[in-house]
């Protein structure tokens, strides 16, 4: 064997230790927190496809870094190397196998993915959740409840609920981390997203249940959460009648429109972590007692 | 128009003595922002507004000063008085006066946007300190959110200048014109000009802090844009100010690269580095307007009453995005393909080989170029439930890493049986292959519509593109300085110096934002000042790696400062490279070749019989 031939198959064998290893290290490392949607499923396999794809293409390029720097370092180079411009048949291969990658992205899970998503679903509830600086307000028309900045968002597991998200200032998002999607809410646009819960959770236990707003929206951006919590049909219906409007009571009309009562609310203590009074200053408002709060929560679960 | 040649040699010549014209420029400027001001304030109370109204008085005064500024910055004399029929005056001060008014050489220029683009670079690094430690510990730390959001936006907004300017800038004026034998620029006034914008915008990016700031971040979306403070009409006025300058610096790039090549130097001679400036300024002489409309709309909307972007009014905020990506999609081009094409001319002389497949790198620079036009929704797959413009944005974007990996088969192969000669420049090129690998990959995620809408911003976006535009483009940054440094100053900067430098900005640097890419993963949404406690101590890691690699730019500025006062003589050529740069002086001569030079070969015709790329004769030097 030529020294040529030598080195194309060490690096050969580097690059498929590389892959194997990068490969295994994909497939056992669970990367992804709790999800709790179908359409979410879409966002997880893509992601650790990409994953899987992106170990041998990177492979390639750090099994050549290691092995030239291992196998040709100098301290001060006597001579040149040799005078290789081009080589018509690699050159041509790299080309073809990364359209034919660029290609495959693009089909799967790119469009594959897509297709998926957008798989019609009958709806069993409709959310409107409205942004402003810097809470969300919730309303559920066909129960006709109306909330504003409530301290949780409650949602009912094994439905599919359409949102329908707007803003009513500036330009805020979606994002519930454990539903994985994300949708912004714009001003003057109604944007909807259709998702199917499929796993119970809560804020208090996991901090992917928080509708997090995702678009950079002034001084309240970072904490303009509100806790999600995903329970059994009853118990939202419990937590809606207690809202102040009659639960599950679907074509009724409710045309008077009712507000929470945070007093009657047993979450208290969430109530000053979502209604943060971002004044002219906003950072004088954070007050130490609001932090804590939040760390305290968090720690029970 | 009259030239500065044409100047009688006894002219008296400017700022040779006295205060430098810098500082007759920013009092020219403030007598011109005052004339404005009044101005704005007089007729607004004629027709019957108050005349106290800041944002106005503003734009207007600052049109004013920025006209008054140039003149008062030596433009007066060597340009201006042409227009009157008048004879300009030369501007050749010798020793460090040379630097602070209108010169018009390229080498000035040069290291003019070097020097002025590594302090921007600096300070606004240090904003990324005081970031971290916000973000340190979960709740308020040192200055809370409303601080954290303004030094977030500035630290963005100073960053991306600097990324789309500073190679460009620094070492496309500097370098370019030798590597193709030019005597200067095609336009040595539009040069000076491109560079005296720079300190106006600086002069609005403090000047906004003043007025408290902005919030919006370096994007500015809009309607958060129209209703906040008034620092965000100096973002938008210091932000178009760079437009203007990236314009005037663009069109001279292109007619240089195109017009003003020595005799000989085909297009497939060309050095692969004035390749990537060359399509670098087609860029920004394409897009950059578009940044100017967006801005400018912005304006409109909160100075005059317009509603380009207000709901109410029948406006529509998602315009401004799509304005605002059409051009920075390509921005983020503008900014890594100099860094690219610099780490490829670095290979050749570090591993004493061709650079491999030259036609099919040129391809890949041409090819990004094209394909940036058309990706820009990308960054807007969550604006709306449409998934079919969301299929075609994909796909462009999907198709961008076929050039991409052009730009890795070249580099691979260059590597390929090499002679690695680990010189600082060198090991920054190398990090430039590595860091961009994640970054380019990564990007792929996220142009995947099924996960972008799990990652759009997160810190996997944030970790993503400060792997390109640091991890690329300000490697390729440093690397360049260390390989063009000695041809600038003609001293070698400290090779153990130099070292340290790297290893700690490459291992601060991957440890910083690699576990970003989990901060990510695991919902920790970008642009906040706090997050969820379980992300406490990932975030905590990040901040310390985030401060060693911050150590690393003393050791730069020591050693810069050092070499280039005491370093060692570097000579005509330390790197044995080949290209025209090397065949004359360090610092090259006022008309920066000892004689004609002429394309005769290959600029990287390493190990083989093949004649020298250039020679030059006629002068005192001859043939190198
Ligand atoms: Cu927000
Ligand atoms: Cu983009």
């Known amino acids: 064997m030529t020294t040529e031939r030598k080195d194309l198959v060490s690096v050969g064998v580097l690059w498929a230790v590389l892959t194997a290893l990068g490969e295994w290290a994909v497939l056992t490392t669970n990367l992804a927190p709790t999800l709790a949607s179908k359409q979410g499923e879409e966002t997880d396999k893509a992601i650790e496809l990409l994953f899987i794809y992106s170990v041998p293409v990177m492979a ?8 030239t720097l291992v196998r040709w370092r100098v301290s001060e180079p006597s001579e040149d190397g040799p005078p290789i411009a081009d080589h018509r048949g690699f050159s041509r291969a790299w080309f073809w196998i990364s359209v034919a990658l660029a290609t495959l992205v693009f089909l799967h899970p790119g469009l594959t993915g897509i297709f998926a998503m957008a798989q019609e679903e009958e709806i069993d509830l409709i959310v409107e959740l409205d942004g402003v600086q810097w809470h969300w307000d919730v309303a559920f028309p066909e129960q006709g409840v109306t909330m504003e900045n ?71 951006h970072a904490r303009m959460f509100l806790p999600v919590r995903v329970v059994e049909q009853d118990e939202f219906d419990d937590w809606l009648a207690n809202a102040g409007g009659p639960a599950s009571m679907d074509g009724m009309d409710m045309t008077e429109s009712t507000e929470i009562d945070m007093t009657e609310d047993e979450d208290m203590d969430m109530t000053e972590d979502t209604q943060m009074d971002m004044g002219e200053d906003g950072d004088m408002d954070m007050t130490e007692d609001t932090q804590m709060d939040m760390t305290e929560d968090s720690d029970e679960g | 128009m009259a030239t500065t040649t044409d100047a009688p040699d006894d002219a008296p010549a400017i700022g040779s003595r006295g205060l430098p014209l810098a500082f007759r420029g920013a009092l020219w400027a403030g007598i011109g922002f005052l004339a404005g001001a009044l101005l704005t304030m007089a007729i607004r109370s004629l027709i019957g507004l108050s005349a106290m109204s800041l944002e106005p008085v503003v734009v207007v005064g600052y049109v004013f000063s920025l006209l008054a500024w140039f003149l008062g910055v030596g433009a007066w004399e060597t340009w201006g008085k042409g227009w009157l029929g008048r004879p300009t005056v030369a ?43 916000e973000l340190i510990e979960t709740g308020r730390t040192i200055f809370g959110p409303a601080s954290y959001n303004r030094v977030m936006s500035l630290h963005g907004i100073i960053m991306v200048l600097v990324a789309v300017t500073a190679v460009s800038g620094a070492f496309g004026n500097y370098i370019m014109p030798l590597q193709i034998g030019a005597k200067d620029m095609a336009f040595p006034r539009l040069n000076a000009l491109s560079f005296w914008f720079w300190p106006p915008v600086a002069a609005l990016l403090i000047g906004s802090q003043f007025v408290g700031g902005w919030d919006t971040g370096w994007t500015g979306y809009v309607p958060l844009a129209e209703v906040n403070r008034p620092g965000q009409l100096f973002y938008a006025l210091a932000f178009i100010t760079a437009g203007l300058s990236s314009i005037v610096a663009a069109v001279n790039f292109v007619t240089t690269a195109v017009k003003m090549r020595a005799p000989g130097l085909t297009w497939n001679r060309l050095p692969i580095f004035t390749w990537s400036i060359l399509f670098t300024a087609i860029l920004s002489l394409i897009f950059t307007q578009a940044i100017a409309v967006a801005l400018s709309m912005t304006i409109f909307d909160r100075v005059a009453g317009g509603a380009f972007f207000d709901p109410v009014l029948g406006g529509i905020p998602v315009l401004y995005q799509h304005i ?40 890949g620079i041409i090819g990004i170029s094209v394909l940036s036009a058309v990706v820009w929704a990308h960054h807007m797959y969550t604006v709306n439930a449409d998934s079919v413009s969301n299929i075609g944005f994909m796909f462009t974007t999907e198709a961008i890493s076929v050039p991409t990996g052009l730009i890795f088969l070249a580099a691979v192969g260059t590597l390929w049986r090499g002679r690695l000669w680990l010189k600082t420049p060198m090991l920054f090129a190398l990090a430039v292959i590595f860091n961009f690998l994640i970054g380019g990959v990564t990007g792929v995620f996220l142009s995947d519509v099924p996960a972008d809408v799990q990652l759009q911003d997160t810190f996997w976006v944030v970790a993503h593109f400060h792997y390109t535009i640091v991890g690329a483009g300000i490697f390729g940054l440093f690397a360049s300085i260390y390989y063009w440094f000695p041809k600038m100053t003609g001293r070698l900067l400290n090779e153990r110096l130099g070292k340290i430098h790297f290893w700690i900005m490459f291992l601060g640097f991957n440890l910083t934002f690699l576990p970003m890419f989990w901060l990510g993963l695991n919902g920790m949404n970008r642009r906040v000042a706090d997050y969820q406690p379980n992300l406490e101590s990932v975030n905590r890691f990040v901040s310390l790696a985030g401060f060693f690699l911050g150590i690393s730019f003393i050791f730069f500025v020591w ?25 004359t002086t360090s610092p090259p001569p006022e008309l920066n070749f000892d004689g004609e030079p002429e394309v005769i070969g290959d600029p990287y015709g390493f190990g083989s019989e093949q004649p020298a790329h250039a020679t030059v004769t006629g002068g005192n030097g001859g043939t190198a």
């Not at chain 1, 390639?60 to 092995?67: C, D, K, N, R």
């Not at chain 2, 590594?118 to 240090?126: P, R, T």
């Open chain 1, 60 to 67: 390639v390029v750090l099994a050549v870094l290691i092995y």
């Open chain 2, 91 to 133: 501007y050749s001060p010798s020793g460090w006066r040379r630097y602070f008014g209108f010169n018009m050489d390229h080498k000035v220029i040069g290291i003019q946007y070097a020097v002025f683009f590594i302090l921007l670079f600096l300070i606004a690094g240090l904003m990324a300190m005081f970031m971290r430690a």
């Open chain 1, 150 to 220: 409530p301290a949780e968002l409650v949602l009912p597991v094994g439905t599919t609920i359409r949102f329908d998200i707007t803003s009513s200032d500036v330009i805020h998002a979606f994002w519930v981390p454990a539903f994985r999607l994300k949708q912004d809410a714009i001003p003057g646009q109604m944007n909807s997203l259709t998702i199917t819960l499929l796993e119970n959770g809560d804020f208090a236990d996991d901090d992917g249940f928080r509708l997090q707003c995702a678009e950079l929206c002034g001084t309240g």
């Open chain 2, 324 to 363: 605002f990506w059409f051009y920075s999609h390509p921005a983020v081009y503008v900014m890594v393909l100099p860094s690219l094409g610099a780490m490829l001319e670095i290979l050749p002389p570090f591993t004493r080989k061709p650079l491999f497949g030259y036609k099919w790198a040129v391809g």
């Open chain 2, 559 to 583: 050693n810069a400062i050092v070499s280039w006062r005491n370093g060692e003589p570097a000579g005509d050529n330390p790197w044995g490279a080949r290209t025209l740069e090397w065949m």
